[in-house]
């Protein structure tokens, strides 16, 4: 039976019989979330309520396609009902102070524990001086100092008179204490002494020496009365103020007497300030001090450093988190994952404390789900390692990509790692999950949960009306005009062909929502009140003239005969193959001239695209099943002695893909029969081996770029597209193409096998083997047949000659 042409109603299905009745989407109820993601959002319901390690999610799917919506969505639902995390706060280690120590509070307690520390302090710096500057602590402090000083007096007085006794004196010279002899109550001079008799200046000498040893003697003991009065002096400042700082720390403790380890910590604190209480009495600036070529602190600057370990570093504050935290990364870098610690200069070098630790999204996020681009994440250098090392290890460890690399050996902070109990969401498409899977061995034990989101949804009457409601929620959340109902149909319509699918909805709401934002611009530009069916074509024809400044070019090289395409006419070995040329997110089709011809040989297809590396594997692939199929049909009792050749006219790029091997395969059968082809025709689709036409991508691009090519050279009525017959499904044709077609100047003909399509391209019947083992007079595949019989008997009468030729040489010689 001859292959009838579709009709227009097969060409682009009409939306209208199953919508709802309405006249606006201010009459839809709007969609309360995300439609046909149902497999999608069970994942994401699995993936939160597991609390086990290593049950991180993967959300993988094409841009657009509501990722992002439907898990904000959902974990603002979820983690509503969850606990709000505790707050965390770093504080200074006493005992190690590089070593700064977590404390976990419980939620909205990190400030209050800052802020009471904060006043503690200032309490003191007006409690402390006080006390120093009060009349008992004065007279108890000038009586040590007194005490110190009556000690020196006595001593140095014995001595003194000790020496008067022997006659010598003790002086105070600059260079310090010297004894000297004195007669008649005047120092002796050196010449006097030296012409005194031995005897008697031995024995003064003998004096002075002794002398001289109680004053060593004297002298030695000075630095331990001195520190023994500076003991005193600390031992009084811990007595006076020990009872102002258990005052200051009383309400904090307070406060906190149910958490044990800030209660540690606030003795520590104690303990510290009252072994360093003299920070809060301000001191001259010591004139070494002054005297130096460099700034130095003043006193103001220094104890405003030494008050700094009291302080308390908050860097995960939830007290206005209500529930689970939901933390987004946009800049997975490093040190924004695991935090950082900063620096600042100070006098010509750079310094840093703990109150210098900055969090990371990490830290914001401990204790509900973080959220990330898998690409961005990737794409930093150790982010995705210290990620898995994070998770593995569940705790977050603060490290800079120096110290990862073990590139620094200097001192420096060592954060205690805090706790993690942290979901971890990936966002990014298919091939980035397949290649993780296969090339990194922890990604599946740490992300054992994948959401695969649809990119299509069933077009039913069900899924329609959800549909429906999608568009009415879209435009009532972007704030844009009401649509009409005849421009719901057209974007349901477009939505098919987003999906290239007649019976399958786009998921892709991006895409969606981009057309009515658009389409809304252009209502208000036509000054509708609502976005008509007008408004909506409008944006699909503004939105292709932006981008189509290459298929226009495609275009005129063929109207212009630069680029070699007949729509009219028949010839021998020369049809019209149609591919798909795809510039950024924008496809359009257009017909390419291919060519066979052949030869005697072996049987080979010479594939010329393959043989100058143009030709892809699958188009490789797609020759060999062609030339499979000749075999098998007309070489069954004889050996095939042809050599073919094909190629793809003007062709400068490279080719691949299957879509055009039965295109390959009928202008092979037109160059054997020497039967003319129609030019009129466009050929596409795949064939296997037994001669069926396969389906293909792109069938409605490459529809309208033929279409295009017919139109502006003139529809005849003739020309048309042959298309697998299990494409028509997946037509979506625009409205000029089916308006054509239903004027009959153009026709789309589904073709299920090789024969049916030869049939339309030569006029000829593509005949059967009958009982004989012969294909009947008058069609193709007699004439195929008959001439590759012809082309074996020459083979072979040449192969005859030839060997009689040799034999007729040997026998001469």
């Avoid at 307070?254 to 209660?263: G, I, P």
Wanted: net charge negative; glycine share 6%.
């Amino acid at each position: 039976m001859p292959v009838a042409p579709l009709p227009p109603e097969a060409l682009r299905r009409n939306p209208s019989t199953l919508l709802p009745k309405f006249k606006s989407t201010e009459d839809v109820t709007a969609a309360s979330g995300v439609i046909g993601q149902d497999r999608a959002l069970a994942a994401i319901e699995f993936s939160a309520g597991m609390h086990h390690n290593g049950y991180n999610m993967f959300v993988m799917g094409p841009a657009g396609v509501g990722r992002h919506t439907l898990l904000a969505q959902f974990l603002e639902e979820k983690s509503k009902s969850e606990a709000t995390p505790p707050d965390w706060v770093y504080v200074h280690n006493f005992q190690v102070p590089h070593q700064p120590n977590a404390l976990e509070l419980p939620t909205g307690r990190g400030t209050e524990l800052k802020r009471r520390m904060e006043d503690m302090i200032e309490e003191l710096n007006s409690s402390i001086p006080s006390i120093f500057e009060s009349d008992e602590y004065r007279t108890r402090r000038n009586a040590i100092q007194t005490e110190m000083e009556q000690r020196h007096e006595t001593v140095f007085e014995s001595l003194r008179k000790k020496a008067v006794a022997q006659d010598i004196v003790m002086m105070q010279t600059p260079q310090g204490f010297a004894f000297a002899p004195v007669r008649e109550g005047e120092v002796m001079r050196p010449e006097v002494f030296q012409q005194l008799p031995d005897d008697e200046r031995k024995k003064i000498q003998d004096a002075i020496d002794e002398l001289q040893k109680e004053l060593q003697t004297i002298l030695e003991k000075l630095p331990r009365w001195d520190k023994e009065r500076r003991d005193a002096m600390r031992n009084l400042n811990r007595e006076v103020s020990q009872y102002a700082i258990a005052h200051a720390l009383e309400d904090v403790r307070a406060a906190f007497a149910d958490h044990a380890e800030c209660l540690k910590f606030l003795e520590d604190v104690q303990s510290n300030l009252i072994e360093n209480v003299d920070i809060f009495v301000e001191s001259e600036e010591p004139a070494a001090a002054r005297a130096l070529p460099f700034p130095v602190p003043d006193g103001a600057m220094r104890q405003s450093e030494a008050l700094r370990r009291y302080s308390v570093n908050v860097i995960v504050d939830n007290s206005k988190t209500r529930g689970a935290p939901v933390v987004r990364e946009d800049n997975p870098l490093l040190l924004y994952l695991v935090g950082r610690v900063e620096h600042k200069a100070q006098f010509g070098a750079l310094v840093t404390d703990f109150t210098l630790i900055k969090s990371g999204s990490i830290h914001r996020a401990n204790g509900g789900y973080l959220i990330m681009d898998v690409v961005k994440l990737l794409s930093q250098p150790f982010a995705w390692e210290t990620l898995k090392r994070t998770l593995r290890a569940q705790q977050v460890k603060i490290e800079t990509p120096a110290e990862a690399l073990g590139m620094i050996s200097t001192v420096s902070l060592e954060p205690e790692p805090i706790p993690l109990q942290l979901r971890v969401i990936l966002i990014g498409e298919r091939q980035h999950y397949y290649l993780l899977s296969q090339h990194d061995p922890d990604f599946a034990d740490l992300f054992k949960v994948v959401a695969d989101f649809n990119e299509t949804l069933v077009w039913d009457e069900a899924n329609m009306q959800r549909y429906v409601t999608l568009i009415a929620s879209i435009a009532r959340q972007q704030g844009l005009k009401p649509l009409t109902r005849d421009a719901v149909v057209l974007v349901i319509e477009q939505s098919a062909r987003i999906a290239d699918d007649a019976e399958r909805l786009s998921l892709l709401v991006g895409k969606i929502t981009d057309l009515l934002r658009e389409a809304d611009y252009w209502a208000g530009k036509n000054g509708h009140a609502m976005t008509s069916a007008a408004d909506i074509r409008q944006a699909i024809v503004a939105e292709e003239n932006r981008v189509d400044r290459i298929r226009d070019r495609a275009l005129e090289s063929i109207t212009r005969e630069i680029m070699l395409i007949d729509t009219d006419g028949a010839k021998v070995g020369q049809i019209n193959g149609l591919s798909v040329s795809e510039v950024g997110n924008f496809r359009f089709g257009r017909p390419t001239r291919i060519t066979a011809r052949i030869g005697l040989g072996a049987g080979k297809v010479v594939d010329i695209e393959r043989e100058v590396e143009l030709g892809g594997p699958l188009h490789s692939k797609g020759v060999l099943i062609l030339a499979g199929f000749i075999a098998a049909t007309f070489g069954a009792d004889m050996p095939l002695s042809l050599s073919a050749s094909l190629v793809f006219e003007q062709s400068y790029g490279g080719v691949d893909g299957d879509s055009a091997s039965s295109a390959e395969l009928y202008v092979l059968l037109s160059a054997i029969a020497e039967v003319p082809i129609k030019q009129s025709f466009a050929v596409t689709g795949s064939v296997n081996q037994h001669g069926e036409v396969q389906a293909i991508g792109g069938v409605n691009e490459k529809i309208e770029g033929f279409f295009d090519i017919c139109k502006s050279r003139g529809l005849t009525g003739e020309q048309g597209v042959m298309i697998p017959k299990a494409n028509t499904k997946h037509l979506v044709l625009r409205p000029d193409v089916v308006a054509a077609v239903a004027e009959k100047r153009f026709q789309i003909y589904p073709v299920a096998r090789i024969e049916e399509g030869i049939e339309l391209l030569t006029g000829m019947p593509a005949g059967k083997r009958g009982k004989n083992g012969e294909f009947p007079d008058g069609t193709i595949f007699r004439k195929v047949a008959d001439r590759l019989r012809e082309m074996t008997e020459v083979r072979q009468r040449f192969a005859r000659q030839r060997n009689s030729g040799e034999a007729g040489n040997d026998r001469a010689s």
